[in-house]
């Protein structure tokens, strides 16, 4: 099964959203959708998102789920905006609950704040499957960038959000609370274990040296012959040195903060206050 996929660069975030579409009719999934913010004027728009619906609705397509990767750190989700407008199921990693609390407590939010997934409509574990009309889709559990991240194998298209980027990129970064270097690799080898010839689509991409396009779409092949971080049998201990010694010295994400407040909620802002009026909070000294 090869489903049709359609990417959507974000050029504020680097962050690609995918449509999955069922090759033999209209169902599809949505993964990785981004709501744009400015930071500075704390706005939100809806472009991005829009320019999704405006395909779906322009290739008759019917809309199944709305998959996350996981929590993102780095954008906000605009799964319940495209819920609104689309329909779909919103699903995400069980162990999101995990990420609650240790996001739940960061923030100081109260006890109205529910660190059971409940703000999802599916809670994935690892070797979960479900269908997107035709397309059998398979859940893998991979954590390392995050406890919750999830890859989901659908048809033979991987979407590894924040795990493995392009080869000539190499890995994500496994410093955010609950990361682990170590899990990240173990993670790397359950993708890589899947047939050469899957897809990949990548959750991000930045460009590298010595390429000036953006791109998202490789093979397992491609990634066990030449990522810089992972391909060709490199050593565990390796990796685990190189990541952490990378780690400690990347700044946070520019959306970190607004991001992990609305993505934690299934990307719902916080509950208004008794005026109406929606507030994000920036934890002092806390990250
Ligand atoms: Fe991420």
């Known amino acids: 099964m090869t489903p049709k996929v359609t990417g959507f ?6 962050t690609i959203s995918y449509v999955v579409q069922d090759p033999q009719g209209s169902a599809c999934a ?5 709501l744009d913010f400015d930071y500075a ?8 998102a829009d320019a999704i619906i405006a395909f779906v609705k322009g290739n008759g397509l019917d809309v199944q789920w709305l998959l ?3 929590v993102h750190a780095d954008h906000l ?10 329909g779909g199921k919103i699903g995400i990693g069980d162990r999101i609950q995990v990420v609650q ?15 059971d997934g409940s703000q999802f409509d599916k809670l994935f574990v690892e070797s979960d499957s479900f269908h997107i009309g035709q397309m059998r889709a398979d859940v893998l559990h991979t954590p390392g960038h995050t406890p919750a991240c999830l890859t989901y194998v659908i048809g033979d298209a991987a979407f590894v959000g924040d795990t493995l980027f392009m080869p000539d990129f190499g890995t994500a970064r496994c410093d955010f609370p609950g990361g682990s270097s170590e899990q990240l690799f173990d993670s790397v080898q359950k993708i890589l274990a899947l047939p ?28 066990k012959a030449r990522n810089v971080h992972v391909g060709a049998d490199a050593s565990k201990d390796s990796f685990v040195e190189m990541r952490d010694a990378r780690d400690a010295t990347l700044a946070m994400p520019k959306l970190i903060i607004p991001s992990l407040q609305v993505n934690m909620r ?6 208004a206050d008794e005026d109406g009026k929606v507030f994000l909070k920036v934890p002092v000294n806390g990250l």
């Open 196 to 223: 050469d010839e899957t897809r990949i689509f990548v959750g991000h991409d930045y460009k590298a040296p010595g390429r000036d396009e953006f791109a998202w779409e490789t093979t397992v092949g491609e990634q």
């Open 266 to 271: 299934a990307g719902q802002m916080p509950p």
């Open 68 to 70: 996350e990767t996981h």
């Open 30 to 34: 949505i993964v990785d959708s981004v």
């Open 41 to 48: 004027s704390g706005r939100t728009d809806t472009r991005s």
């Open 9 to 14: 660069f974000d050029d504020a975030t680097n």
């Open 101 to 115: 609390d240790t996001f739940g407590k960061v923030f100081n939010e109260g006890t109205e704040f529910q660190r």
């Open 77 to 86: 989700s605009a799964a319940p905006y495209l819920q609104d407008a689309l």
